[in-house]
């Protein structure tokens, strides 16, 4: 398990920071990087998210803190990062993707740190701000997201090893994928609530019967 939480690796985000291109090369094809830790930095996006959600200030946030369930919302935040990764792992499967499903969680996951980076501090300039200043959080929060969305555009390239306009395509049909496995998951659900409803019927026939 310590292979996976060496320095190097836990701190890999900084090279990605200045030389994204050649480190998400070396992710794919020099074993660098960590699933583990792009799962933890999934999960500290998630609690800054959460975070954010609850303690912004008023002015920014039209959010009820009491309704925010943080369990939920980083329940949530792994259940689109999941989908994502295996959406954008299915499709380039079809389009001669060179890129492996630890790859694309690997470079997904470090390719958030600009957001978890952001959302904290955005949150403490949130009871800063007076009304008509909001500009500046929601600059800070674009900033981060626009980092963190050209991050992930160049590491997907890299690792499946595709020209810019073929990783955009890529992309638009990665959400499509989302959205189908979030329909078949629903259409399972539901057959299996129908499955257990009908089975659940009978034996309660069976028990009144005899």
């Known amino acids: 398990m310590s292979k ?89 499967c079809l389009m001669s993707g060179e890129g492996r499903l630890k790859d694309i969680v690997t470079v997904t996951g470090y390719s958030l740190t600009p957001l978890i980076a952001v959302y904290i501090p955005a949150t403490l300039l949130s009871h800063v701000v007076a009304a008509g200043e909001e500009v500046f959080y929601f600059f800070a929060l674009a900033f981060g997201i626009g980092w963190s969305a050209i991050l992930v555009l160049l590491g997907i390239m890299t690792i499946h090893n595709y020209s810019l306009l073929k990783t955009i395509l890529t992309l638009i049909f990665t959400f499509f994928a989302m959205f189908i496995l979030i329909f078949l998951a629903m259409l399972i659900f539901d057959l299996i609530n129908q499955i257990y409803t009908f089975i659940y019927s009978i034996y309660t026939e069976l028990i009144f019967r005899y």
């Open 4 to 92: 996976y939480f060496t320095k190097d690796k836990m701190f890999y985000y900084r090279r990605i920071f200045t030389n994204p291109l050649d480190s998400f090369y070396e992710i794919r094809h020099r074993e660098y990087g960590s699933v583990p830790v792009a799962l933890i930095c999934v999960l500290l996006f998630g609690l800054a998210f959460t975070m954010n959600r609850i303690f912004a200030s008023f002015i920014v946030n039209d959010v009820d803190p009491r309704t925010v369930n943080g369990l939920t919302e980083i329940g949530a935040v792994f259940l689109l990062f999941l989908l994502f990764c295996v959406g954008n792992w299915s499709v380039t």
